[in-house]
């Protein structure tokens, strides 16, 4: 089993959701993030004041997924989030040990 | 010098021992007073004029300019300055505002209104004739700038009260995030008594035109050589008793000196005493809401109705100008700020425009019932551009952590209409002029005698609120420290202080 965590841009995350539904993921942890890499900050002025803000709001998503669904999920979200333009995000798989479904108490492949 | 804190409860219980000996002694002394006053009472007026009148609609103006002026602070003020500060310091900001109208609220009626608005010793201060309302009933009246109309003195006194509890509350803008409660909590109220007090007196303080004009009608009406002489020094005697800057010739409509420059010059020296903010200059700080911030400055400008017109103290053409002032003036300075902002960063802001906006006020508010309504426009053009180099280039340029522009908007503002009200009122430019209540005319203008009369009024304003505020200062500053340790400035004065958070998201 694998983590896939996405850092994408937020107004992505309805298209890259329902890309996700259609490979056959049925849920996700969504948090909202600030992060910079290639993509520069801008600067706020207030009353005289400058601001150089460094860190713009993302939108980070997790998905854990079954070690066989990882291409499939990662292609799903790399096509909806890709915009071409600088800051669309970056894609990281991480293993993953064990799983629990809380309410039924099924484990593993079977809680995802 | 260390003692030995007493428990909460023995703090608590002290500070209930004080409040109810306070209690009794108010009623003590209002019989005392009371009793002093009916001795001292001047001699009846010689029957020249008819007794002064009270009319209802004058009242109920005035009672709304009132409430209006309280919402400027409540929660005008405690807003515009709250959305500027970050969200771990919005509640301290709302505090000190709101604790602000509290404590001036209470003050005023013991003696901070006998202090401002009675006859003193000195043309400096009033005395304690009318301590804890003395004398005061629902009947009795104060004067207005129409002989012969008056409204209700308790009126009076709670219209100026809010303009007492305004002031102080503009200087916190220059010490937010990085002073203590207890602090503050000292100084507002000193502040006000030593500080305020005097100036309003200075300021505002005169025998009024009913007074004048009996005098005056005394003198013509006067037959022989004795008794015309006998007149015309009770004439001199009722025009002398004034407060220091009104003898001078200084005016003044509702505040520019009084609040305005009287708050910015404080501001400038409690940002200057207190120091700067950890961590300014390199860490960021924008504002935590714009929002609430356009919302304050909105409520500040709908609220200076009532401080503006409402210094007409009457429900007449004086208001009427007041008002047109107050709404073209602020326009044209917002105006002003945005486009020079525009201009000078490539984007108008929000901040700035609104910004712009209550410098204009601040600007227009000592010319509001003196200038005609294009020199407001040109006057808020002005204010909006020079505060807007103060509060950029003049604030970067000496690098002081005035946060809230208190200086930059409040002083420079008060003093640009402090000097162009001297300008503006010149009937030649659309000006009222000024009125000599002995003549009973429009006074002669003469420009350089207005002016020297407005910067001597400056400048006096400036002198007795420095001095007074850094004394102050720096007397809390050794019996109690003014800034929080460091891990409580950095942590956040809501928690630290006062153990609530602003937001609970």
Not at chain 1, 63 to 85: F, H, M, P, S, Y
Not at chain 2, 390 to 419: E, M, P, Q, R, T
Request: with cysteine; proline share 3%.
């Amino acid at each position: 089993m694998k983590i896939v965590m996405a850092v994408i841009k937020p107004f992505k995350l309805d298209e890259v959701r329902d890309a996700l539904t259609a490979v056959g993921v049925h849920g996700l942890t969504v948090t909202e993030v600030k992060g910079y890499g290639r993509q520069k900050g801008h600067t706020e002025i207030y009353r005289g004041t400058e601001y150089a803000v460094n860190f713009l709001p993302k939108v980070k998503i997790e998905v854990a997924v079954d070690t066989g669904q990882v291409e499939k999920v990662v292609e799903a979200i790399t096509t909806a989030a890709k915009t071409g333009q600088i800051g669309d995000g970056k894609i990281f798989v991480i293993p993953l040990d064990h799983a629990v479904r809380i309410r039924t108490g099924e484990a593993d492949v079977a809680a995802l | 010098m260390t003692f030995k804190m007493p428990s909460r409860l023995g703090l608590a219980g002290i500070a209930a021992g004080l409040l109810f000996a306070l209690c009794l002694s108010f009623i003590a002394f209002d019989v005392a007073f009371a009793e002093m006053a009916a001795a001292a009472a001047p001699e009846p007026a010689a029957a020249a004029a008819a007794e002064p009148t009270v009319n209802k609609g004058d009242t109920a103006w005035m009672l709304s300019a009132t409430v209006l002026v309280l919402l400027m602070t409540i929660p005008g003020l405690a807003l515009f300055y709250g959305g500027l500060v970050r969200s771990k310091n919005m509640l301290s900001v709302l505090m000190w505002v709101f604790y602000s109208v509290c404590i001036v609220t209470i003050i005023w009626v013991l003696f901070g209104y006998s202090m401002a608005f009675t006859g003193g010793s000195t043309p400096f201060v009033g005395g304690f004739s009318k301590a804890f309302l003395s004398g005061v009933t629902t009947d009795s009246k104060a004067a207005t700038y129409t002989v012969g109309a008056n409204i209700p003195e308790l009126l009076y006194i709670c219209f100026q009260m809010t303009f007492a509890a305004i002031t102080p509350a503009l200087i916190v803008g220059s010490m937010v995030e990085r002073m203590k409660f207890s602090a503050m909590a000292l100084f507002l109220p000193l502040w006000v008594i030593i500080v305020y007090f005097p100036i309003a007196h200075m300021v505002w303080y005169w025998a009024g035109p009913d007074a004048i004009d009996a005098a005056a009608k005394a003198v013509a009406a006067a037959a022989d050589g004795a008794a015309k002489t006998a007149a015309e020094a009770k004439l001199a005697e009722v025009t002398a008793d004034a407060g220091l800057i009104f003898q001078w010739g200084a005016i003044d409509f509702a505040g520019g000196t009084v609040v305005h420059i009287n708050a910015g010059i404080a501001g400038i020296v409690g940002a200057l005493l207190v120091g700067k903010r950890i961590g300014f200059g390199k860490d960021l700080m924008p504002p935590h809401s714009l929002t609430m911030n356009m919302i304050g400055a909105s409520l500040l400008w709908v609220g200076w109705f009532g401080f503006n017109a409402g210094s007409n103290l009457e429900a007449s053409g004086g208001a009427v100008l007041a008002m047109t002032n107050t709404f073209v003036a602020t326009a044209g300075a917002a105006l002003a700020w945005m486009f020079v902002e525009w201009m000078a960063k490539g984007k108008p802001s929000l901040l700035g425009a609104v910004t712009g906006a209550v410098a204009g006020l601040v600007a227009v508010t000592p010319a509001s019932g003196y200038a005609g309504p294009m020199g407001a426009i040109v006057l808020g053009i002005i204010a909006g551009i020079v505060c807007y180099v103060f509060c950029s280039g003049v604030k970067n340029a000496f690098g002081y952590d005035d946060s809230l522009d208190v200086f930059g908007v409040h002083c420079i503002g008060g003093i640009i209409g402090a000097i162009l009200t001297g300008i503006l009122v010149n009937p030649a430019l659309g000006g009222t002029g000024i009125m000599d209540y002995a003549t009973g005319k429009i006074a002669d203008y003469d420009m350089v005698t207005q002016l020297i009369a407005q910067f001597k009024a400056v400048g006096m304003t400036l002198v007795w609120s420095g001095v007074g505020t850094l004394i102050i200062l720096k007397v809390i500053d050794v019996i109690i420290g003014l800034r929080p340790t460091i891990d409580s400035e950095r942590e956040g004065l809501d928690l630290t202080d006062h153990g609530e958070r602003a937001y609970n998201m």
